[in-house]
């Protein structure tokens, strides 16, 4: 595989063009992780995450990661699927992760990878005609997506507002 400005150009149109697939993920993943933590998390629209492909996609260092992981995600398939389990889980969470950004936001993304990818069909996820039709990776390049984008959006409580653990250098 070869990554170029081109090839990163065209992932970032390819990730936007996701929103109808992953917009739906990623708020269904916020319901169910908001249920589990007794909070209310707020919904994610199509026009905010592509924005936030934006973001991610305009720093050069890590849109051409985000572009490797998620063409090697979309060209992965594995006879009988089932022996290539580990290559791809390792390639969604490192991709929700690069998502997400630096720590603790990364860390969070790859476990919500996880949740995520176990309610994501892969038939229902894939592309009928288009790059990575049916591929063993499409269902967990859809997962990643979601699970590093909802990581890094707000939306969470415990997110807003300034951290009761950050230190005044002026006191």
């Not at 026009?47 to 260092?61: I, K, L, M």
């Amino acid at each position: 595989m070869r990554v170029s400005p081109e090839t990163v150009r065209e992932e970032h149109a390819r990730i936007r063009e996701r929103a109808a697939v992953v917009v739906p993920i990623l708020n269904d993943t916020r319901d169910r992780l908001g249920a589990l933590f007794g909070t209310d998390v707020d919904r994610v629209d199509a026009g905010t995450y592509r924005r936030e492909v934006d973001a991610v996609f305009a720093d050069g260092e890590v849109a051409v990661n985000v572009a490797g992981y998620a063409a090697l995600l979309r060209d992965l398939d594995v006879d009988g699927d089932y022996p290539g389990f580990v290559v791809d889980e390792v390639l969604g969470r490192t991709l929700a992760e690069t998502i997400a950004g630096g720590q603790p936001l990364s860390m969070l993304a790859g476990a919500t990878f996880h949740f995520a990818d176990i309610h994501v069909d892969r038939d229902a996820t894939a592309d009928d005609d288009g790059p990575g039709a049916g591929t063993a990776g499409a269902d967990d390049l859809d997962a990643a997506l979601a699970a590093g984008f909802q990581t890094r959006l707000p939306g969470w409580d415990w997110r807003e507002g300034e951290s009761p653990f950050a230190v005044d250098p002026d006191r």
